[in-house]
């Protein structure tokens, strides 16, 4: 099920750029955030299988527009970014997403995976399930504390920083009270993007799996 590019406003009247795919009839829905490349092929192609799965599935992007393959580049704009303006593009997404008796979850790898726990914790009453893969983690007791759906972690286990920051993200969700599943892979930062040398197709594919059963209980 193809989708469509769309723009959005924010309640302060900034206009930003989607994708959207799926029925808006639909009584689940993805938000789907970018890594720091912006919005890529496979971002497109992950709103399309989850629309093909049944959900109603939006790609938010972050960047107005702006896309790269340097990470230089890209580091630079993750860097830059106005986290204020982009609070109010994730805000105006998760509304559109809003409708009666509609479950909503978030997703995101890397610099997404970020923005996917920053979604749950701007809109908590609305976002019923969490996915964050190989990010920064959040481990801020107190911000936790706001989540009202559990959290679906996963990680890649040739990052330095592992199993560390898996650690600490599971003992601040225990201290939060609120709900964690973990899973890690023998990959590296990246795993899940097909056009990275980094990409593991046997890792992409277990994670997707796991993502979709996670789904399929929370939503």
């Known amino acids: 099920m193809a989708g469509k590019e769309k723009r959005l406003r ?5 206009e930003f750029s989607v994708y959207l795919a799926g029925s808006e009839l639909s009584r689940r829905a993805i ?31 972050l960047y107005d527009g702006r896309v790269t393959d340097d990470p230089e580049e890209a580091g630079r704009w993750m860097r830059e970014l106005d986290q204020t303006l ?23 790898c890397s610099f997404g995976g970020k923005e996917s726990m920053i979604t749950s ?20 007791v107190e911000k ?23 650690q600490d993200f599971e003992a601040a969700m225990e201290q939060a009270g609120k709900i964690t599943e973990s899973v890690s892979y023998d990959a590296a930062h990246g795993f899940t993007n097909p056009a990275s040398p980094r990409y593991d197709a ?11 059963d996670f789904f399929n209980r929370n939503l």
Not at 10 to 14: E, N, R
Not at 34 to 53: C, M, S, T, V
Request: aromatic share 10%; proline share 4%; with cysteine.
């Open 31 to 61: 938000l789907i955030l970018h890594e720091w490349w912006g919005i890529k092929p496979h971002n497109r192609d992950w709103a399309d299988r989850f629309a093909d799965l049944g959900y109603l599935a939006l790609v938010v992007d």
């Open 121 to 140: 914790l701007l809109e908590p009453d609305a976002v019923s399930a969490t996915v964050v893969a190989y990010c920064r983690m959040e481990t801020q």
């Open 202 to 212: 046997a890792a992409d594919q277990a994670a997707w799996d796991v993502t979709l």
């Open 144 to 166: 936790l504390r706001r989540l009202k759906g559990p959290v679906l972690a996963i990680y890649a286990e040739q990052e330095r920083n592992w199993p560390d920051k898996q």
């Open 86 to 108: 982009a609070d109010s593009k994730l805000r105006a997404a998760i509304e559109y997403l809003r409708l009666p008796g509609r479950r909503i979850a978030t997703y995101g």
């Open 10 to 14: 924010t309640a302060h009247g900034d």
